[in-house]
């Protein structure tokens, strides 16, 4: 009897407590809108009850660089800034058309579409919100955002589906730099079945050791002499042939997979430096490319010093190439990590330098030492009167900022006259060398070796 009461007490418990219970398996406990298992829930419902033949889009929302905004405040300033984006989506939709799938992404249903502008017209609507400034604390963030849509039951009547297809929308917006709205199109599945397998197979190389370096001159503009050069990375595929590192190094970006690569390149570029160190060449300074992913990664530093001491190299032979836009996606973190590279002897290369939105005046707060112009300057310099003042105008505030200048992707000797005119120190490009296979680049240390004695 006494164990029956008991029992009917902690079932009474229970049953006052299933709301409570039910509350927190559907809601988000952070942002306070439907979690991702509610959000199906409510989608599910949304169309069941859909009798007219009027369409429903699913986005997905992603905030841009949302990870830089962990790193550059801290994460209770990410989690209020999380909650804020539930607020403000609540703002403009219902509650059972919003939920936070997880971690930065936010999905938003939207009914009663009749064409691709109705679409627009809500999504323009989500990314105009979000690009208000949030006050957080004394903080004022702004934000872009990416959205990817599918839409039921144009692309598939299954729930599963469109969210895949959504997710593989935001991706591609992602890919292409962010802060724009794509609806899913089939062309898009059939990029991304093919961007997994390559992702495995680049994995598999990088597993292999079958990527290779390639090393390209960079050359004294004055004497000709080669003073240093560019490590490249290289994937040429057994069956596919060569693969372009625009590809491969974007595909990596998407997949997270730079930490991996960049790691497999600095341990590969020091072994073959001090190979050559120890067969008698006289070694020359050697550019790393540093991707933002390894750059801002915890533990960067650390490793970096840790090989370097295991191996045993002179630092001063060592470069970094960070590109100016990676610099700036956070400016404090990076200037941080910069000095502790710099403090251990290796030297830093702005890579790219033009394509970003940093001013030289703003660059001096960093401890750079050289500025790489970006090829696309280079290109057009004998042709483009714009293109040759903004080459001019960096060269002349980076000499007052004492900066070396190197000039990437020269093709001609005309190009090369005039950079040489203007007051530029070294340069790289297929006029001298392409990037070449560390055998062939030997050749050209020998003769460099020969005519220093
Ligand atoms: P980047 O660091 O700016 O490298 C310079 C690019 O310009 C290279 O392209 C090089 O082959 C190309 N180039 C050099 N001279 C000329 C020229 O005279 N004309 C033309 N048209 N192009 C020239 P590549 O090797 O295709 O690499 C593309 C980008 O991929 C690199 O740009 C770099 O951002 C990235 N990358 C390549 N290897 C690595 C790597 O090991 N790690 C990382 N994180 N990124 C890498
Ligand atoms: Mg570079
Ligand atoms: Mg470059």
Known sequence: MEKRKLLDESYKELEDKKEEIQFLYYNDTLTNIPNRVHGQKNLREIIAKNHSNKKIAVALMGADNFKHINETFNHNIGDRLLKNIGKRLLSSFTYNKVSRLGGDEFMVVIGDINSHMDVEKNVNRIMEEMKKDFHIEENIIGINCSIGVAIYPSHSTDIDSLYRYADIALMEVKRNGGNNLKIFKEDLLEKSYKDIQMKEKLMEAVRNHTLDIYYQPKVDIH????????????????????????????????????????????????????????????????????????????????????????????????????????????????????????????????????????????????????????????????????????????????????????????????????????????YQGYYFSKPIPAGEFELLLKKNSESSI
């Open 223 to 426: 004497n000709n002499n080669m003073v240093g050069c560019e490590a490249l990375l290289r994937w040429n595929h057994p069956e596919k042939g060569y693969i372009s590192p625009e590809y491969f190094i974007g595909l990596a970006e998407k997949y997270n997979l730079m930490k991996e690569i960049d790691n497999y390149v600095f341990i590969k570029v020091l072994k073959q430096l001090k190979n050559w160190i120890k067969e008698g060449f006289e070694p020359v300074h050697v550019a790393i490319n540093i991707s933002a992913e390894r750059f801002y990664d915890y533990d960067f530093t650390k490793r970096v010093c840790t090989f370097i001491e295991e191996i045993n190299i002179d630092t001063n032979l060592l470069n970094f190439e960070i590109t100016e836009t990676n610099i700036m996606k956070n400016p404090y973190k990076a200037r941080e990590t910069l000095n502790l590279i710099r403090g251990k002897g290796i030297s830093i290369s702005l890579d790219d330098f033009g394509t970003g939105y940093s001013s030289l005046n703003y660059l001096k707060l960093f401890p750079i030492d050289t500025l790489k112009i970006d090829k696309s300057f280079i290109e057009e310099i004998c042709y483009d009167k714009v293109n040759r003042t903004i080459v001019e105008a960096t060269i002349t505030m980076a000499k007052v900022l004492d900066l070396k200048i190197v000039a990437e992707g020269i093709e001609e000797e005309e190009q090369l006259a005039m950079l040489k005119y203007m007051g530029c120190d070294e």
